[in-house]
């Protein structure tokens, strides 16, 4: 099964996007998110195989000396597949975060044939809707549209998931002193 590393959002933030995720599963325009047993997350690395031990002992290190910071989303858009998202203004730290995440893994993680989620590649978004029928896009775009935007909040914390069916292994909380919230 493939391996997915996570950052997850404060509280409000979650909230914000599971109101999202079950709104289309509620009206069966992409019902997967909804049911899934995920959690509101960015996908900062997939891999196709994953020594979680070592992974785990990595992360957690890592997550300790990392400060939760800032996150704004501010955009909706669409993938091909069809995917609807919401995207955060892209900084430097989140940058940085993803490629450090990165090579930490080297020697853990066996990375797929795809470069979607390599340094470089990478197109930081919080996926709002997935496999929904092509003819359904505009209802998962008015639905997207609810987000209230700019949705500012925080990066609390970060963990890896196996997938489908959703099995969250484990998640660490950054552990550094809080940034003041975007206003």
Not at 50 to 72: H, Y
Not at 139 to 146: D, R
Request: hydrophobic share 40%; aromatic share 12%.
């Amino acid at each position: 099964m493939p391996y997915a590393i996570h950052l997850f959002f404060d509280k409000y933030t979650d909230l914000a996007i599971r109101a999202i995720w079950q709104e289309m599963a509620d009206c069966g325009v992409a019902p997967y998110l909804g049911t899934s047993g995920n959690k509101p997350h960015i996908s900062l690395v997939l891999c196709d195989e994953l020594d979680p031990g070592e992974c785990a002992k990595k992360l957690k290190t890592f997550a300790e000396q990392f400060k939760p910071m800032p996150i704004s989303f501010q955009t909706l858009g669409i993938f091909p597949g069809p995917t609807v998202f919401t995207g955060p203004v892209v900084t430097r730290e989140l940058l940085d975060l993803q490629c450090e995440v990165d090579g930490l893994l080297d020697g853990c993680c066996k990375w797929p044939e795809f470069d979607y989620y390599r340094p470089g590649k990478w197109i930081p978004h919080c996926t709002l809707a997935m496999e929904f029928e092509p003819d359904h896009q505009n209802e998962a775009l008015e639905i997207a549209g609810h987000l209230k935007l700019p949705l500012n909040g925080r990066i609390s914390g970060m963990g890896v998931i196996e997938f489908r069916p959703v099995n969250h292994l484990f998640a660490f909380p950054f552990k550094g002193p809080t940034h003041e919230t975007i206003s």
